[in-house]
């Protein structure tokens, strides 16, 4: 049986920490056969809020097998007015550790509208995707529509 476990702690409106855990099995290739493996994944997250305003952050390492991988990501977003909220944010992951030029880097910028107070939003993001090692040009426009009913 696979094991996840999620903690959130908020001692006060504008602030939260949290840590997770997840601890399992997984099906890899090993020498072109199939093999279960231990995957194993921890991970922390802040998050800071004010009126208009926020700040949030995670972390993420994990195992499957022999592979170790790890990421993490930072955004910013600000509310202009109560409908309408720019975003920002970075965020990097390296699949395996052990290996050399493979980490990938996004920086996202968007914006989300907000149609009904809390129960519909707009967004639409522009994704700078970069990588190491060789690059392709995968930049992308995405959009998308959330209706919470």
Known sequence: KD???RLVFKPVKEFSGGISWYSGMNTVMKNSQKADAKKDRIGGELKIEKEKGFIKGEYISGKDGDVKSAGWYARVGYK???ELQLICQYEQWDPDRGVGDNR???L??????FLDGKNAKVQLNYLFVGEEGTAVVNNKLMGQV???F
């Open 3 to 5: 094991i996840d476990a």
């Open 80 to 82: 202009l007015i109560p």
């Open 104 to 106: 990938a880097s996004i």
């Open 108 to 113: 996202t910028l968007g914006t989300n509208l």
């Open 146 to 148: 959330q209706i919470m």
